[in-house]
Each structure stands twice: as C-alpha cells, then as structure tokens.
C-alpha cells in the first residue's frame, strides 16, 4: 500500500486567515493543478491509498480543513484552539473522516512536537513509526511545515527505511520560490538525496569491513552496465575469502570501468571508490598481501590482517626458496617450515593468528598478554610487519 505523508505549518495568515498562497504547481507536462495546499494536488497526481497528515498543535488545522468544507462550529473550535498551540486528536477527527470520504482514502492526523530538541526530534520519529507498519510504500511531501521539518523528514526517511521496513518511493517539494515566468511552481522530486545517503552507507561499510561489494547495485542504479558492476561484489567476495589472486584479477578488470563511469553519484564517489579498491595496483603478490594487512589492520579487522601479513610473508618466501607455484599449498608449507626455523617473529604472528581464528589461549606468555589488550595487539601487529618486511 502506498501511503502519503505530508506536512502542515502554520503558514503566512492574513486579516482573511487566507493561509497559504495559491499557486499552479506544474508536475509534468500533461498535470498541473492551482491549489493553496500542495499536498491535495500532490495526492491527485500520485493517488495514495492513505494519507497521514502531519502537524504540530498549532499548525493551521483550522484553515486547512475550512477550505475542505467543513462547518463552521467545527472551524471555529479549531481556530480557537489553533490560536492557543492546543489542538487535539478529538478536533481533528471529525475533519479528518469528511476529507477521507471526499478523497475515497483513510486519512490519519499525527500530530507531532515542534522538535526543538533531540528529545521531541527523536518522538516524531517514533511516532513517524508507529503509523506506517512495514512493507509500506511512503511518499514524503515536505512542501509545508516549518522550515527545519524537512531536514528531520529526510532523516525520518532513513529512519523509516532501516528501522520499520518500508520503501520510500519518492520525497516531494513544491518550489514556490522557484516559479516560473507563467508563474507556475515547479515539482522537485529528490529520491535523489536518500540514494545519496545509500552510497556514505556504502563508504561507512566498507570503512567498517572492508566489503566494496555494496557499491554493484549502486553503481548499478546509477547506470553502470550490470555484469561490470557485479564484478566488484565478486572481487570482494574472492578478498574476503582469502584469495587475493582472483580478486585482484577481477579489480584489474573491472577499474577501468568504475574509472570510466560518469553517472551523478559515481562521479560524486567515484574518486573515493578508486582509492578504496586500489591496493591491487602492486606489482606482485606479496605487495597486494600486505596492503590488505595493512587496510584490514586499519579497521581493526584484526584476524584478517594477521592472515594477509602472513600470507604475503609465505609468498615472498616461497620467491626466495625458489618454489615457483606460490598457490601451491605444499610448497606453501613447506616455505613455512624453512622460514620457522630462523624467523622468531613469524612464529608468534602464526601463534597470534591461531588464537585469533579459533578463540583458542596462545601458546606463548607474550602472545597471550599481547591479546589481552587491543592497542597491544594493533602495535604488535604493525611491529611484527616491519620486522617481517624491513625493506
């Protein structure tokens, strides 16, 4: 079900209690309407099959639903209310029932506190919440209202998506600061920043885990050939499981395409995007082991950056043993076993390792008490690369 919602201010009022100004707003160009209150129009052009209201005490009920028809008494009692910030549900909800028949739509009245603090910020989207159940459909009006509504509708956007489970189709303002020379007001639609806010979701992801396979379907969306995009989720899916050879040929492949890429976003992100994938630009194997080590130990992803420091380790000692298949797990062990021997360090990054993937006690004292506190750990892991690699 697609549900409206939109929000009501208090308006300029006049002598007349004239409330908001007339205007054509111009939609497409097959559909424009001349009315005082966007969000009616806006209901015509997208036919919702509910609509929720949204407004503080003293929004301009009374005006609203004056120019609905309703009967004086009942005008009067909001006016009186509205004068004081003491609207209730119980004035509201006669209006409400009449505007919902002459939609052919439930109508709902939330209304909500000024948010003039975190605390009433805060209740409006917990109420926001609490009317729209999820699956929902939204579509945001946030033409009206007071003037820093729509920055909280934008984050109750978020909100609504991440938390109640609902799609928001699209976000809508009446720009009637921007009419025209026949003096009609433009329709802005502006999906546009919530798709935005979906790609710093995807830098802070991959920032948190290393996983730049969040970026496919939004390059995707932004106009990427599919099959190229999808590249990028395999390549992660190769380094997060272990297999930098394959990942670097599937990031090789795939870079010039992201670089290429001119959609909107991609060419807000893409520079950003570049730099976070990049480690496959070394030379060799051990050169894109160790720049994971080193990323992966930036996140803290502390298993993963003992496992790629000592992989890029056993692959340059299998270069020195002249073993030529470094993908060879024979030789691989083999490389370890020389390198043991006369390689104390080596020894208790294993040791580190070990513990950190089976959640098993070290076998050494120091390894046990470098385990005992992150920033121990982090400074021994750097320590233990610089020792392993000094040139």
Known sequence: MTTLISFLGKGRLDAQRTGYQETTYRFSADFARSVAWFGLALAEHIKPQRLILVGTRGSMWDVFFERQGNDDDEV???????????????????????????????VVCLLIPYARDTAEQVHILHDL??????????????THGFRHLPMLALVAA?????????????LYYGAYDMRNSAGETPVLRLRGLLTMLDWVDALATYDKDGDYGVFAPLLTADG??????????DAAYYERTS??????????????????????????????????????????REDWERSLAA??????????????LYEAFI??????????????????????????KTTPELRQLVDLRNALAHGVRP?????????????????????????LFPH
């Open 295 to 308: 990323a992966y130990l930036e996140r803290r992803d502390y298993l993963r950056a003992a496992t790629f």
């Open 129 to 142: 919440a609490a009317v729209v159940p999820p699956g929902e459909r939204l579509c945001l009006d946030l």
């Open 224 to 233: 990427m050939d599919q099959d190229r995009a999808e590249r990028l989720a």
């Open 243 to 284: 297999n930098p050879v394959p990942a670097q040929k599937t990031l090789s492949g795939v870079f010039s395409a992201v670089e290429a890429h001119r959609g909107p976003l991609g060419a807000l992100f893409g520079e950003t995007l570049k730099k976070r994938i990049g480690w496959f630009r070394g030379a060799q």
């Open 363 to 387: 076998h050494t004292a120091e390894s046990e008490r470098t385990l005992a506190d992150e920033d121990r750990l982090r400074t021994r892991l750097r320590q233990l690369g610089k020792n």
């Open 76 to 106: 009067l009692r909001l006016m009186e209310a509205t004068e004081r910030e003491a609207v209730t549900q119980d004035l509201l909800d006669l209006p409400r029932q009449r505007l919902g028949r002459q939609l052919g739509i439930p």
């Open 158 to 170: 978020r909100y609504l998506e991440r938390v109640a489970g609902v799609e928001v189709e699209e």
């Open 315 to 340: 692959t340059r000692a299998c270069k020195q043993q002249g073993l030529d298949d470094p993908d060879s797990f024979a030789n691989r062990k083999h490389a370890y076993k020389a390198a043991s």
